[in-house]
């Protein structure tokens, strides 16, 4: 997948990121409430596919996954109708400690075998 950057030429892509990451911006104090933080990484106009990651206390929150559906891609599908999909990750270099003292977010250890 091809993901558009800021600095593309073309009006209609400039546009639609600048729609979609006033949305983020939007979200963003909601996600810091709890310690993490929310940050676009593409978007492709033509395709409808937006990128977003969770950072921060999110790296460890056992609803991270449920933010990104139920908030977060709910949001932006809702508001922008031609956004077909929204891709989300969580940046997972936070360890235990940085991510405890970032907020409210619930520690779920990773197992490692």
Known sequence: MTIAT???DSSLDSERYAEVAALVEMMRPAVQADGGDLSLLGVDAVGGV??????GSCSSCAISSVTLQAGIERIIKGRLKWVNEVVGSVDESADFEESVSLGRGGYIPRKTY
């Not at 937006?50 to 950072?55: C, D, H, R």
């Open 50 to 55: 937006v990128e977003v990651q969770l950072k």
């Open 6 to 8: 800021e600095t593309t």
